[in-house]
């Protein structure tokens, strides 16, 4: 079982920046490709990002595109998503998801994914 805890949420005006970070209390975080899922009132959780077990292959929502980036460091068991030029239609509770897979096809569907966080807040205001 792998645990995984999000951290960084927090309210921002829109074009702010934000980071979040989720820690993994596995000692094989190599081996799991990670991704970001939000999750807005009366909406569907949608994919945000996912990177590759060694970081070297990343997928982003058009959304986000350009404004969000993923990053891993596997010395600490940590994925990030570093959140830039942050609109009100970014508000959501932010979830990180890992799912134990080295291969190379990034997946963007939350049902791929094993283990969840409990997710972070994130509100944009205007």
């Known amino acids: 079982q792998v645990r995984l805890v999000e951290s960084g949420g927090g309210l921002v005006q829109a074009g702010d920046s934000l980071r979040l970070s989720c820690a993994a209390s596995?000692?094989?975080?190599?081996?799991?490709?990670m991704g970001w899922f939000r999750q807005a009132p009366g909406k569907e959780r949608e994919f945000v990002a996912a990177?590759?077990?060694?970081?070297?292959?990343?997928l982003y929502a058009d959304s986000v595109k350009g404004r969000f980036t993923i990053s891993r460091d596997n010395n600490k068991n940590t994925e990030y998503l570093q959140m830039n030029s942050l609109k009100p239609e970014d508000t959501a509770v932010y979830y990180c998801?890992?799912?134990?897979?080295?291969?190379?096809?990034?997946?963007?569907?939350?049902?791929?994914?094993?283990?969840w966080g409990q997710g972070t807040q994130v509100t944009v205001s205007s």
């Open positions: 596995t000692v094989t975080f190599d081996f799991y490709t």
């Open positions: 998801a890992g799912d134990y897979y080295r291969g190379t096809r990034l997946k963007y569907l939350w049902r791929d994914y094993k283990y």
């Open positions: 990177i590759s077990w060694n970081g070297g292959i990343t």
